[in-house]
């Protein structure tokens, strides 16, 4: 992770020596505690705890236990592992390094067999995964076909009287609604094309929250800030149109709906991820979204 001025470096792990009357600051056998490093390459990257708190979606109270030390505050020492290991990734230390210290302080010492089974699981503060936008079109035309075929089904064999049957077969009245659905898809995709082609490239440029303590942060071309702050649930910030090349960085992208003169675009992204230096001009907006639609019609899968 890098500085705010755009200074990019990862502590030196044993640089930090802290005073010894620091709570928590050294562990039993003198050397410098897992929160003692944690604290001091925060503030080193110039990041405050609140900032880290947005990030990593912990909660505020549990990173500031992780920076004393005191892991016996923490619900299990599942979440002392998975936490330390976040918050290691966020301020640039080495997570392998900060675990292991952590599972030493613990008093673990099977380091390498206990708890191999679960590095491997989602762990407290880790990103959620969320199934691609591809894929939940593709299930919704997987239902469609289904209930399609099914209804050509009752209506062939089951409603006697109602004219002249069908000359196509079953296979072929699917496979023709499928080809169907995919030309009505196809032509509502152009049309939302032509639509958002149509959008002011001026118009006003609005994020809107969708959760609560989103942290976020808005700043011109040169490094300006224009806000900065944790968004709650259904709170909107306008990007001044005034603003030269204004920019976003945020590690929850995907919690923020976008208008383009009151027109919905695309989000930044659906994944759990830090973007930084993202333009939210409303061309860039608008080039974002039409570079989307064109790469979904590109790998949209054949019939």
Aim: glycine share 10%; net charge negative.
């Amino acid at each position: 992770m890098t500085q705010e001025n755009g200074d990019s470096h990862t502590m030196d792990d044993t640089a930090y020596a802290p005073d010894a009357t620091d709570d928590g600051d050294f562990d039993g056998a003198g050397t410098v505690g897992v929160g003692a490093r944690l604290r001091a390459a925060r503030e080193e990257q110039g990041l405050s705890i609140e900032q880290v708190a947005g990030e990593t979606r912990i909660p505020q109270r549990h990173l500031e236990t992780v920076e004393s030390g005191d892991f016996s505050n923490l619900p299990a020492r599942t979440y002392a592992v998975g936490f330390a290991r976040t918050y290691a990734k966020t301020v640039g230390l080495d997570p392998k390094d900060i675990v292991a210290q952590v599972r030493h302080e613990l008093g673990d010492e099977d380091a390498d067999g206990r708890h191999a089974a679960r590095e491997n699981k989602l762990e407290p503060g880790d990103p959620a995964r969320v199934p691609s936008r591809g894929l939940a079109l593709l299930s919704v035309l997987a239902i469609v076909l289904l209930l399609s075929g099914g209804f050509l089904f009752y209506r062939t064999y089951f409603i006697a009287g109602e004219g002249p049957g069908s000359l196509l077969t079953a296979e072929q009245q699917r496979e023709a609604a499928a080809t169907a659905l995919e030309e009505r898809l196809a032509a509502r995709d152009n049309a939302d094309n032509g639509e958002a082609a149509q959008v002011a490239a001026d118009g006003p440029v609005v994020f809107t929250a969708l959760e609560d303590d989103t942290w976020v942060k808005f700043y011109d071309a040169n490094g300006d800030q224009l806000m900065q702050k944790q968004m709650a649930k259904g709170e909107s910030y306008t990007v001044p149109a005034d603003a030269e090349g204004p920019q976003i960085w945020t590690g929850r992208p995907f919690a923020f709906s976008i208008t383009v003169g009151g027109r919905t675009v695309p989000k930044l992204s659906e994944e759990d991820e830090v973007m930084k230096d993202v333009p939210v001009t409303a061309a860039a907006l608008l080039a974002r979204g039409q570079a989307e639609a064109a790469d979904g019609e590109t790998n949209r899968p054949a019939a």
